[in-house]
């Protein structure tokens, strides 16, 4: 089962609505290929160069003396934390420490370009933020579907994915834990909180790592290892990758811009007829006249 649990991803109630706002060429895409498309972080990044980034917070260390280090920090300092050598002085102490926070933050960087993910919104209603936002307005479709569909749709896949609600904070006050690296695939600002993102992740290790011959136990083998820091900045990761699944699973209906023209519709219609996609399509009434 290619959906799986994670402590890190706090997953949504499983029929709980999920929508995807799209344009029609992205939805010809996924009824034609049968498959979603995961957009790869480093790439997304470039739009939101906070995609995949850290907090403030997250670089206080580089700013560091023996005259500024949290009382915390200096305490686990003094209690021989992060050096084996019990001769070394605190300024030696801190010195490790310091390092050892800026390769967490380089490893957590870096591997934006392994991570590659596929967005939804979690609401019980339509959203005219995202029909402007996502779904080119006039041009949209909205995917209706659940996490308990996503996961069964992609039932087939040999690979793991992890589902959780994204985590919205403000960057400039606040500290992630790196205690996991996923942590910050799943955190965004404040400004993106009207999303209400939920998001499928795929880790594709593979990217940021080489296989090495060595002999492990007296025997030769092939290992995975991490690529040096050189050789992983010289990645150029795909934009994406497609993951097959079952669309009468997937979907719940399809749901047409508010603000479609009628001649939109019957293309979208017509479209669906003849791809023999076989689901409810309804056209958004949220432009209809109040009652007077």
């Known amino acids: 089962m290619p959906v799986e649990p994670h402590p890190i991803?706090?997953?949504?109630?499983?029929?709980?609505?999920?929508?995807?706002?799209?344009?029609?060429a992205k939805f010809v895409s996924l009824i034609t290929t049968k498959s979603l498309w995961f957009s790869n972080m480093y790439h997304l990044s470039r739009e939101d160069p906070f995609e995949g980034a850290l907090p403030v917070g997250n670089f206080a260390h580089r700013t560091w003396s023996l005259d500024t280090i949290p009382a915390s920090v200096r305490d686990r300092l003094e209690r021989g934390r992060f050096s084996s050598n019990p001769n070394d002085t605190l300024e030696e102490k801190l010195r490790l420490y310091i390092e050892h926070e800026?390769?967490?933050?380089?490893?957590?960087?870096?591997?934006?370009?392994?991570?590659?993910?596929?967005?939804?919104?979690?609401?019980?209603h339509e959203s005219?933020?995202?029909?402007?936002?996502?779904?080119?307005?006039?041009?949209?479709?909205?995917?209706?579907?659940?996490?308990?569909?996503i996961t069964r749709a992609l039932a087939g896949s040999p690979l793991s994915i992890q589902c959780g609600m994204v985590d919205y904070i403000d960057y400039d006050t606040e500290t992630l834990d790196l205690g996991n690296a996923f942590t910050p695939t799943i955190t965004k600002r404040l400004?993106?909180?009207?999303?209400r993102e939920v998001r499928l992740l795929y880790w594709d290790h593979t990217l940021g790592e080489e296989q090495v011959a060595m002999l492990w136990g007296g025997e030769p083998r092939v290992m995975w290892m991490p690529k040096s820091h050189d050789d992983h900045a010289k990645i150029d990761p795909p934009a994406g990758k497609t993951f097959q699944c079952d669309l009468d699973i997937l979907i719940k209906e399809v749901r047409i811009a508010p603000t479609?023209?009628?001649?939109?519709?019957?293309?979208?219609?017509?479209f669906c007829k003849a791809a023999q996609f076989d689901k409810?399509?309804?056209?958004?009434?949220?432009?209809?006249?109040?009652?007077?």
């Open 280 to 292: 409810p399509i309804i056209k958004s009434d949220m432009t209809r006249s109040p009652m007077r």
């Open 102 to 124: 800026e390769d967490m933050v380089r490893h957590v960087l870096r591997t934006t370009k392994e991570y590659f993910i596929n967005c939804w919104h979690s609401s019980n």
């Open 191 to 195: 400004s993106f909180s009207h999303e």
């Open 260 to 270: 479609a023209e009628p001649w939109f519709e019957a293309a979208v219609r017509a």
């Open 9 to 24: 991803f706090k997953t949504p109630p499983a029929d709980g609505p999920l929508w995807r706002y799209t344009n029609f």
């Open 128 to 149: 005219v933020a995202m029909w402007k936002m996502y779904a080119e307005d006039s041009f949209g479709i909205a995917i209706v579907s659940d996490v308990d569909r």
